[in-house]
């Protein structure tokens, strides 16, 4: 109690609390600018007869997580320590609080002001913040909706995204040497080049690459004509144009690794590809396998001709055939002892050691390959690894449903393309593994996206414990009764849910079984 009544400020002669106002914006609405917060934030405080002494913002940062929001970080340090001089926190609403994927992260900041006895109310909300069972069941979904929203867009750029890379339109990224980024109007007429750091004004614009100037076009068509023809390493390749006073497009010297780069970049054959590192949502950056990438062939003016281009890539991929898999992982052991890390870069700028494209056609991935060396990144990508392993299970499952089901006497054909089981030509089923996912506050939270395209009239959830391994449950999700896209489900769900769960695939192989009905005869 002595801990809870430390930040209970002392009120002034005229009765009046006082509150610390939190705002937050990242690039939504003008209904969402921290000056419009403040407005409605200072309106609340007055008709609930308080000052705001203090105000914390957070402008142009995501509320996806904590990381990088320094004014919430601080705070949480003020309330906790006892140094705030406020006993309620104003917010605008729900959302501005943040938009974390996991709705108890959100609450678990809440409650820490709350066990120091500092209040958090949302002013532009219809509910009181008072700890009752309805404010708690609001502000539940509020928090899930808020997430959710984040998600819904997330995937909405995304496609986005891919669609304008079939398009040839440029996403993202510097042109790299020998290349320049040019905005195109609806039409496809150039508008004008845009320089190193500089942004289209227009939404309705889009970028395109096109050839560079000629010496730098000249530059990178001998860096190819000396890797393929000549024989010449890209450390010798980078010694020479360092000695001719030839600068990077970052004004930087020649290495190793950014003449390796322009020697296996497709963008100089005029091919626009994209997805290679996904960073969704401020999670984890992940390299996606070649099978995720987004790809247009001829989108661009190449620079060089398709026939050399791949010949560069096959002597680079060559070199590490000739090595045996021993070979190669002692080489990456020998960099990681000089260096005390690895990292792609790392990999790419190593004198005599194969590229870190090698290293991913040869075993897999990198982190499989680090996995063999007993490294352990910094960051945990376990879970690239426990997409992978799903991926690689997900037939057996589908299998296994399919013979159970015929094992009961139905007719069940499986669709080679989408991998949907037609059932006695009567509905169709879609199998989706959902790995578990461990949250901060020590719960398990499994996601299950609904493939609506396909139209199936049942998924099947598969619940995957936590090694990725063995199956815990199976959710019999009829589409009828589901009408999102994902369905998010923890250790313990409300009733609705529960009635669908099951431990096996009997009640699948039940629905699937035939019954002959009394009286119709069959030939």
């Not at 990292?343 to 075993?363: N, Q």
Request: glycine share 8%; charged share 30%; with cysteine.
């Amino acid at each position: 109690m002595e801990r809870a009544s430390r930040n209970k400020a002392p009120q002034d002669t005229g009765g009046r609390g006082r509150a610390a106002a939190y705002v937050r914006m990242s690039t939504e609405h003008q209904q969402y600018s921290t000056e419009n917060q403040k407005d409605v934030i200072l309106a609340f405080a007055e008709s609930r007869n308080l000052d705001v002494v203090r105000v914390y913002a957070d402008e142009g940062k995501s509320g996806l997580r904590l990381d990088g929001r320094d004014s919430l970080k601080a705070l949480l340090r003020d309330v906790e320590s006892g140094a705030a001089d406020f006993s309620v926190i104003l917010v605008y609403d729900v959302s501005r609080w943040g938009r974390f994927q996991d709705p108890d992260e959100s609450a678990s900041y809440e409650i820490r002001c709350k066990h120091v006895g500092v209040r958090v109310l949302y002013c532009a909300e219809q509910f009181e913040n008072d700890g009752s069972p309805v404010s708690s069941i609001i502000k539940s979904v509020k928090r899930t909706m808020a997430g959710e929203y984040s998600r819904e867009l997330s995937v909405k750029v995304h496609a986005g995204q891919c669609r304008h890379i079939r398009n040839g339109f440029r996403q993202g990224g510097p042109a790299g040497y020998g290349l320049r980024r040019v905005r195109v109007d609806q039409s496809g007429v150039v508008k004008g080049e845009l320089s190193r750091g500089e942004h289209k004004a227009i939404q309705t614009d889009r970028v395109i690459l096109i050839p560079g100037p000629a010496d730098e076009l000249a530059i990178v068509r001998g860096i190819y004509r000396q890797f393929v023809e000549e024989g010449r390493s890209e450390t010798e390749i980078a010694a020479a144009l360092n000695e001719a006073g030839v600068l990077t497009d970052r004004d930087t010297l020649w290495t190793r690794g950014t003449v390796h780069q322009i020697l296996i970049n497709d963008k100089y054959v005029g091919d626009n590809v994209w997805n290679r590192v996904s960073f969704k949502l401020k999670q984890e950056r992940v390299r996606n396998p070649p099978a995720s990438w987004i790809r247009a062939d001829n989108a661009f003016e190449p620079i060089v001709d398709r026939i050399i281009f791949e010949a560069a890539r096959q002597i680079i991929l060559a070199r590490s055939y000739r090595l045996t898999d021993a070979d190669m992982l002692d080489a990456l052991r020998k960099l990681l002892l000089r260096y005390g890390y690895l990292s792609g870069i790392v990999i790419d700028e190593a004198l005599g050691c194969p590229s870190s494209s090698a290293y991913t056609s040869r075993f897999g991935s990198l982190l499989r390959t680090y996995d063999l060396i007993g490294y352990t990144p910094a960051r945990d990508y376990r879970y690239v690894e426990i997409n992978r392993r799903l991926r690689e299970l997900h037939p057996e499952v589908v299998s296994l449903a399919e013979r159970a089901m015929a094992e009961a006497g139905a007719r069940v054909e499986r669709d080679t393309v989408s991998g949907l089981l037609w059932v006695n030509e009567e509905f169709k089923v879609s199998l989706a593994l959902s790995r578990c996912r461990p949250t901060e506050a020590g719960s398990n939270r499994w996601i299950i996206r609904f493939d609506n395209a396909l139209r199936p009239d049942i998924t099947v959830a598969v619940r995957m414990e936590l090694d990725a391994k063995s199956i815990r449950d199976y959710y019999l999700l009829p589409a009828i009764d589901v009408s999102s896209d994902i369905v998010r489900l923890g250790d313990h769900n409300d009733f609705g849910f529960e009635a669908y769960r099951y431990e096996d695939l009997g009640m699948l192989c039940h629905l699937a079984r035939r019954v002959p009905l009394k009286g119709v005869s069959y030939e």
